[in-house]
Every structure is written in C-alpha cells, then in structure tokens.
C-alpha cells in the first residue's frame, strides 16, 4: 500500500472553524482510519479504470457535521464524508444524508471548502426516505462506496436494497450488536414490526431463529443476527464477500462493523486495509 495518509488527513482539520462537530469515543477513530485506507486503495485501483467508465461515487447514510471531536484528547479528526472528498484520486460523485439541519449545513459549508466542493451534495432527511432522491444521482456503471453508520438499528433493509440496486455497491455497515441488540432485544420482539424487524428485511426469519436459541449469551446473540444479516446481504441482494471487524472500548465490544461486497476484489482490498491498527499492530484472524 501507499503511505498511510491519516495522519496527513487529520492535520487539515486541526483549526476549529466554528462549526459543529461529533464528540466521539476513540473507536471511532479506529473506524475511520481503517475506512480511510479502503478508500484510498480502492480509488487508487479503480478511478480511471475500463471496468468503471462512469467512475467511482461516495455515498454516506449518516454523515453528520463532517467533522469528529474525540472526548478523551478534544483532537478534531475527518469524519467519512471529508475523507471521500480528499481521496488521492477523485470521486465522480459524493453524496451524503444528514437528518439533523444544523449538522448538515455545516458538512455543506465544509465541503464547499474541500476539493470535491464541485461534486458533492448533501440531503437533508432521515436517510430511509431521502435515499429515493439519492439513488438518481448514481449513474450506472460507476463502482460505489457506501457508508453506513447509524447510532443504533436506524437504517431499514429497504434502504439498503435501493442503494445495492445501484449496481456494484461496497458497503460497510456498523452493526450495533452489543450497543443496541444485546440490550434491547427482547423488547423488539414483543414489538410487531419493530425496529429490528425493518432493519432485518421483511423475509429474515430471525424471530424464528431467536425461538429456537437456548444459549441466550451476548456472543450468541450477536452471532445468530449478524448471520442472519449476511444471509439477507446474500439471500436478496447479492452479496457474496463478507469481512467483520469488532470495535471495542475500554470496557469491551460494543458494535461490529460488517464490510459486505459483490467481488472477491473488494474483500481483498478489505482484509489487506485492516491487518493493521493505527499503532501498527496485527489484527487477529476474525
């Protein structure tokens, strides 16, 4: 690979500009680096190549201020929209969903700063309605990264089904197991839909599945609906290449994020991004 570019990203956002930000735990940044360097590998690879003639396009679900302020050190580092906008080579388009008025008037101002201002847009709504006025915008034939990272279980099956209609479609999911699953479970099967239920996809059998679990631990709660989410992935939308990476606090586990991709290539690039942590040290075998 290229030279790690994080720590060079980060310095461009050192200066407060009076905007909102994200207060976020170190996770996140554990998170973002590894993000960064599948975007840089994967634009470096593929922008300009035969097999993509409409290009690459960025597509964030989540994508808030733009910037992320880490609680422990006060550092301000890029959140996923900002890095897509500096990307080593550049996307044809960046698009991104922010629900919050106030934070996605600020991604704007921040990307009209950055060197993708000519290309990016901002939609502003809850990201299960806004993504019918975001799907238009990606031509076919271009490859796509998306970016999906809500706070909790918010972003439905359906939503993700428009943008993997879209044609070859990347995507890296948080999947709030221990955040939200672990802790809230029982409650979304006593709800009929639930939450849970439109996160899953109308044809996931998981309340079946759930039934049938005696050993109701956190690992094996956390094993049956991520596989269970992967067997929709596959299932209904075509997905065929799977990576998993398990974020964790202080004090443990709390998400997963789930890289998903319909070519052996993207899960390459996936696996070869994340051998490594920020300090430079070996990941272990999922």
Known sequence: MAQDRWPELCKLYTSDDGLPVREVGSWTEDKLFFWNRYIDITTRAMVGHPKWPAGLVYVDLFAGPGICKLRESGRRIPGSTLIAANAPKSFRAILAIELNADLANALTARLISSP??????VFEGNCNTAIDQLVPNIPERALTLGFIDPEA???????????????????LILFADRMDLVRNVDRYEKENPSVLDRMMGSQSRWRERWAQLANRSADNICRLF????????????GYRAFGEKVMESQNGPIYRLIFASKNDKGLEFWDKVTQRDRGGQMGLPF
Do not use: I
């Open 116 to 121: 993708a201002a000519a290309v990016a847009k």
């Open 153 to 171: 279980l918010n972003v439905d099956f359906e939503t993700v089904k428009k943008l993997s209609d879209c044609g070859q479609v990347d995507l």
């Open 226 to 237: 991520v596989d269970e989410y992967k067997t929709q992935l596959t299932d209904r939308l």
